[in-house]
């Protein structure tokens, strides 16, 4: 019997993955990673290792979610050590409890390897605190996708009206409704808003924007995913604690509206 690994990489920058992660890599027989997967990471893997992608785009799959559970226990089974390397971490919004669920069904032995997650790498690398004294006092993360099931937090406006700080993953696409969904839940219009395409990334880009202007700015500047949406007043800190994109090469910041 071997043994699978769910590992999370981290946001993309290699340097910031887990030297516990990295020996994963490095004993690995099997790989099966993800596309936000910096490609830098699979260089660490051993000669004659397996790498399978199993990337996923929006609204499209390269591979089924159950096809890469069944692949997990089937490399297990066979006495391969496999890894499961995914994007940020695999706990959050990364599907990583479905496959250990599945794993163990299968009394497959596995561990799990925290990773750091979006909008904590957005947050530090856009120079933007998540909790700030007297201004926030509470994060809430959660995911912008499917927005419109009943059961959503986006639809909780009692909840919404209680969260300082938001982090939103995978909002781009719903980005209408979310905006709908916050001045519903009386947030001011004026409140600003960050969005942070591929943090950590040399792609970085930090679009600052505000709730009212939110959805006409994803337009108007063309903004796409992988993107984490912070909410709240802690965004104003980005014009004084950004370093990451104000070092040369680095991609630029473009503050939305500015000019209107």
């Not at 069904?105 to 530090?124: D, L, R």
């Not at 001045?183 to 591929?198: H, M």
Request: charged share 25%.
């Amino acid at each position: 019997m071997g043994k699978v690994y769910i590992v999370g990489a981290g946001p993309g920058d290699p340097e910031l993955i887990t030297i516990k992660a990295l020996k994963c890599i490095q004993k690995a027989d099997v790989i099966m990673y993800d596309r936000l997967v910096n490609k830098e990471l699979l260089s660490y893997a051993k000669e004659g290792a397996d790498l399978i992608y199993c990337g996923k785009l929006p609204n499209y799959h390269t591979m089924k979610q159950e096809t890469i559970n069944k692949f997990l226990v089937k490399y297990a089974k066979a006495g391969k050590t496999v890894v499961r390397l995914k994007g940020g971490d695999p706990y959050v919004f990364g599907r990583g409890g479905e496959e250990a669920e599945y794993v163990a069904k299968h009394q497959i032995p596995f561990e799990v390897v925290p990773g750091i997650t979006a909008s904590i790498a957005a947050s530090s690398y856009s120079g933007i605190p998540l909790t700030q004294r007297n201004i926030s006092g509470n994060v809430t993360i959660l995911t912008g996708h499917r927005v419109n099931e009943e059961n959503h937090l986006l639809n909780n406006l009692s909840f919404l009206k209680a969260a300082d700080t938001l982090c939103i993953y995978m909002g781009i696409g719903n980005i209408e409704t979310i905006q709908a969904q916050l001045l519903k839940a009386d947030k001011s219009e004026q409140t600003p808003v960050a969005f942070v395409e591929w943090a950590s990334t040399d792609k970085q880009r930090t679009i600052i924007s505000s709730i009212e202007k939110m959805a006409h700015d994803v337009n108007e500047k063309e903004i796409e995913n992988p993107c984490l949406i912070i909410v709240g007043e802690v965004v104003k800190f980005h014009s004084k604690l950004n370093w990451f994109e104000d070092v040369p090469s680095r991609s630029m910041i473009v503050e939305a509206g500015a000019s209107q």
